[in-house]
């Protein structure tokens, strides 16, 4: 992780006062440089596989980013003059246009992570001098793009660079995993594995799923018009997943919802999906014995099972229609995990090796149900504060609300959940920077020793997600 702060202030999300902040300051200089554990994320498997150069300051930190267009839809700025890709291929803004207008709107990140993670990027990594504004717009494009052209600035020598020790991307069931492979050529995978998102498969309102289904029997030879054949397809296929390093699934899903049929009425729910559309009520059954499946061959496998639940995706119809998916107009949901995870936990709750990681955007939930819920079950853990919560403010409260119940040991420790490049080692800083913060709070009251708050400040920076996620 670079050390460098250029234009960033040293002591930045430490506390105001003086004696705490020696505290935290002296914390995490103990795990600043620790090396990053990345081990779910969204960055593009291509990257690593091709090693190319980026294009363009807009391409690689405005275009792919929906934290940042989200923000400037909101206030009327047009997607075309940010870049963003219409399904219809009509020409949109490039380049530099595309920077002007950003730099011209920047003003409206004040306070939010997203001008953390950028001013990093722009300072720590790319070396710029000042803060982006519309007065040094082009300035700063054109020491960007310089940056950009340099051999130390393809995707395998900033791997190197952030000391990433490990990077899981995210693919879907029916990848070929073509990049993986390259990377196995070169030796790369471990350096970059893959993750099992099966969603295209397990989830009957995604698009073309009946499709996906006869596809994927197609690859994994298995029948999966029976639901044994349909299962065994899974088996199959996460087999092949751990070839380019994978030790993690990923679900996501509206609700937390599980169920445990009968063999009969699982058939019989598969028979009608193979027909044609579920109904709401059908197809969240299906959801549902699905993850209980998931965790069953988990447990079976030893890879870690990871849900993502409580997003209602893609409520703008017309940007989706236009757009697609992935359009910033995701919102949160309340979420029932200890109704919902019954069915799966009943039956899986106490399977030898079974680990699941758990990751809400409903933060009611930390303190009345997940960390209770990890301090019971052993398979659980709580995953860090994801999307929306993924911020200074959002980490004070997960840890403010699940430490006293569930214990940091019943944490998995931080990964950066980015399609960002840049924007990992700040996400990975601002973790730590508020670790570090909340542990010299537990210092100064004299609630840990300053040596037992080194050894959490290494635990929830490095060695935890290690042991989540089975590294």
Not at 38 to 63: C, K, M, Q
Not at 247 to 275: C, N, R, Y
Not at 353 to 369: C, M, N, Q, S, W
């Amino acid at each position: 992780m670079d050390a460098g702060n250029g234009f960033l202030h040293p002591d930045r999300l430490f506390p105001a006062d003086p004696a705490t902040r020696t505290i935290a300051r002296d914390l995490y200089e103990t795990v600043r440089n620790l090396p990053i554990v990345s081990p779910h994320g969204h960055t593009e498997p291509s990257w690593f596989a091709d090693d190319r150069a980026f294009e363009d300051a807009a391409s690689l930190l405005v275009i792919p980013d929906h934290y940042l267009f989200r923000m400037l839809h909101s206030v009327g700025v047009a997607l075309d003059e940010l870049g963003v890709p219409r399904l219809d291929g009509k020409p949109v803004a490039q380049g530099r246009a595309i920077w002007r207008t950003f730099a011209k709107h920047y003003h409206l990140f004040r306070g939010t992570p997203s001008s953390l993670w950028v001013d990093h990027a722009m300072s720590a990594v790319l070396g710029c001098t000042e803060p982006l504004t519309a007065d040094n717009a082009d300035k700063l494009y054109d020491h960007i793009n310089a940056q950009l052209a340099r051999p130390e600035f393809r995707p395998r020598a900033l791997h190197q660079r952030f000391g990433i020790e490990t990077i899981a991307t995210t693919e879907g069931a029916l990848d070929p995993l073509v990049h993986h492979q390259k990377m196995a050529a070169d030796g790369w995978i471990g350096k970059v594995r893959t993750t099992y998102r099966p969603d295209s498969v397990t989830d009957p309102d995604a698009v073309g799923f009946r499709d996906n289904l006869f596809k994927f029997g197609e690859i994994t030879g298995a029948d999966v018009t029976r639901w044994d054949g349909l299962i065994e397809a899974h088996r199959h296929r996460r087999a092949y997943f751990r070839q380019f390093g994978a030790t993690a699934t990923d679900h996501g899903v509206p609700t937390a919802f599980t169920s445990d049929l009968p063999p009969a009425e699982k058939q019989a729910l598969l028979d009608k999906a193979l027909k044609g559309p579920l109904s709401a009520a059908d197809a969240e059954l299906f959801r549902g014995q699905m993850m209980t499946e998931m965790a069953g061959l988990s447990a079976e496998d030893g890879m870690v099972m990871q849900i993502h639940a409580g997003s209602r995706r893609n409520t703008d119809s017309g940007l989706f229609a236009t757009r697609g998916p992935n359009m910033g107009a995701d919102i949160p949901t309340r979420t029932d995990w200890v109704g919902g995870l019954n069915a799966l936990l009943s039956k899986y709750g106490h399977a030898p090796g079974l680990r699941i990681l758990l990751f809400t955007l409903d933060e009611t939930t930390y303190a009345r149900e997940l960390a209770p819920m990890a301090g019971h079950w052993p398979c659980l853990m709580i995953g860090p504060p994801w999307w929306f919560h993924d911020s200074p403010l959002g980490i004070r409260r997960y840890l403010d609300q699940v430490v006293e119940t569930a214990g940091f040991a019943n944490m998995a420790g931080f990964n950066d959940d980015t399609r960002a490049l840049l924007s990992i080692p700040a996400r990975h800083d601002v973790w730590r920077r508020e670790v570090c913060r909340f542990l010299a709070g537990l210092v100064a009251e004299h609630r840990i020793s300053g040596n037992e708050a080194q050894i959490v400040a290494r635990e929830l920076s490095y060695d935890n997600a290690k042991k989540a996620y089975k590294l």
